[in-house]
């Protein structure tokens, strides 16, 4: 520790008698596409000039750092500054010369060429080695494929950091099933990743090989002096990374007939938590799916019947392994608001059944909701003739009416009088009654708005303003924000005040 110290106050002290140099070098000159190169540029000399790089052969620099050190030979003090910078190829490049300032005189730096090498596969008695293995390669779209990624490394095996690339595969949805598992297989650890891929699409695919980086830290060559000592080594170590890959793997995908997306086997089902319902109150319908196959793909259901409005929610499914199959189930509720009696038509649900090897449709049966208190269905009279049965007038015609006058007979003259009289009598009594109508709708809330008042949350005035929104714009534009409210991130407040104005108007 006295010597260190003592080099330290040496360095701090002493006037340096400095020459020129400039050389450049790199960490590693092959490596796997998108490994990092750490491109050095070393000048000996007073105050060097370094090139500002954003960009080495058109890749775009991640990162610069400087260090120096100091050598002492034969009494000369030797001063030596590098520069490096770090950037990651994909592909073979040459790094080009660099013009290097030093004590006023100009240096260019040597060329380098970086060659691109591909992942070589583990052979045998390696210490580390990865490999791909599914349970079939001939499928349909969407049917489940069991994918293990397996890395092995021996029990005395060195390695500081391995970093295992997850599976990537374009038009396939990717689920990881299960954590790792961990097995000995004698002086062997095995580490065995496990994924359930379905296919998106029809055609042949190749699942390119997995990766394993295994990296060890190595002492920077500082090229001796004074901070080449071991006391430093725990501050000047980078990492040095070995690659290898696993084996590709090859799938064929078979197209869904009808252009289907789910494959599987499932069973339907539909519930309501009424029968009989109130009007403008609504019905709870839940339609559920159970069984195995790529059940995230079901799509939501839409429904459309006529006099009801619908409120759908947004699906959800509970899936994973059971068995050694994968699937789960799938379940959405749905509002139903209506003023009299309707039927929730059959629900169909249709998909390629993994076992039958051919399209099967599944269906609910038609549910009949009573609506009590609503309106009812006007009837038209009927009356029953010669020919038949015809619709009876509710108006008499003007030949059918007959008038009498009795007692009573006025002059003409006496009859402009009262016919005057009469009018403006009719004038002030329309004034009149007009006045009273309207202190009376002011007075008395119509249902609407008494249920809008009473509304003790978002849901409860969602349901109350439910029944208005299929035909009115305003109304549907408070039901979306409520909707954000009940079920989304959003909590936008709705103004109680101006809904309630809004039914005063309607109704004026």
């Known amino acids: 520790m006295k010597k260190i110290l003592g080099r330290v106050i040496i360095f701090l002290s002493l006037s340096l008698s400095l020459y020129a140099g400039v050389s450049a070098s790199v960490d590693k000159s092959a490596i796997y596409s998108g490994d990092v190169v750490n491109y050095t540029i070393t000048a000996e000399g007073k105050n060097p000039q370094f ?60 060329e380098i060429k970086i060659t691109i090498v591909k992942p070589s596969q583990a052979t045998s008695g390696s210490k580390f080695s990865v490999s791909m293995k599914m349970d079939k390669n001939d499928v349909y779209v969407g049917e489940p494929i069991k994918i293990d990624v397996v890395f092995k490394y021996k029990l005395d095996a060195q390695a500081d950091k391995i970093m295992i690339t997850p599976l990537r595969i374009s038009d396939f949805w990717i689920k990881s099933t299960k954590k790792p598992t961990k097995t000995e297989e004698g002086d062997t650890i095995v580490q065995t990743y496990h994924y359930l891929v379905f296919p998106q699409k029809q055609g042949d695919f190749e699942i390119k090989p997995v990766e394993v980086n295994i990296g060890t830290f190595v002492r920077r060559n500082r090229g001796g002096g004074f901070f080449n000592d071991p006391f430093f080594d725990a501050f000047d170590q980078t990492l040095s990374w070995k690659k290898i890959a696993s084996n590709r793997l090859f799938v064929h995908v078979k197209p869904l007939p009808n252009n289907l997306e789910v494959y599987g086997k499932y069973s339907i089902s539909a519930s309501v938590d009424k029968r009989v319902v109130r009007a403008n109150k609504p019905v709870n319908l839940t339609i559920k799916i159970q069984g195995v196959g790529n059940i995230d793909d079901i799509k939501k259901f839409s429904l459309d019947i006529d006099d009801v409005v619908v409120y759908s929610d947004e699906p959800k499914v509970k899936s994973g392994l059971s068995g050694g199959l994968y699937g789960g189930v799938f379940t959405q509720k749905v509002a139903l608001i209506a003023d009299k009696d309707y039927t929730i038509p059959a629900i169909k649900f249709r998909y390629f059944d993994k076992n039958l090897k051919k399209i099967v449709t599944k269906k609910t049966k038609p549910i009949n909701i009573k609506v009590k208190g609503g309106n009812k269905a006007e009837v038209t009279p009927k009356i029953t003739t010669a020919q038949g049965e015809k619709t009876a007038t509710t108006k008499p015609s003007v030949s059918q009416v007959e008038t009498k006058t009795k007692g009573l007979t006025l002059s003409q003259s006496d009859g402009f009088l009262y016919l005057f009289i009469g009018f403006l009598f009719g004038i002030l009594a329309s004034v009149g009654y007009l006045k009273f109508i309207n202190r009376k709708r002011v007075k008395k809330e119509t249902p609407i708005i008494t249920k809008i008042k009473k509304a003790k949350d978002d849901k409860e005035l969602f349901e109350v303003l439910l029944p208005y929104g299929k035909s009115d714009e305003f109304v549907k534009k408070v039901l979306e924000q409520l909707e954000e409210n009940i079920y989304g991130s959003k909590k936008t407040k709705v103004d109680k005040k101006e809904i309630i104005q809004y039914f005063l108007d309607e109704e004026l």
């Open 51 to 110: 090139p500002n790089l954003n960009t080495i052969a058109g890749y775009g620099v991640m990162g610069v750092s400087t260090s120096q050190s100091v050598n002492i030979i034969n009494g000369n003090y030797k001063s030596t500054i590098s520069k490096t910078y770090s950037f990651a190829p994909t592909k073979s490049l040459v790094i080009p010369s660099y013009l290097v300032k030093v004590d006023g005189k100009e240096y260019k730096t040597n």
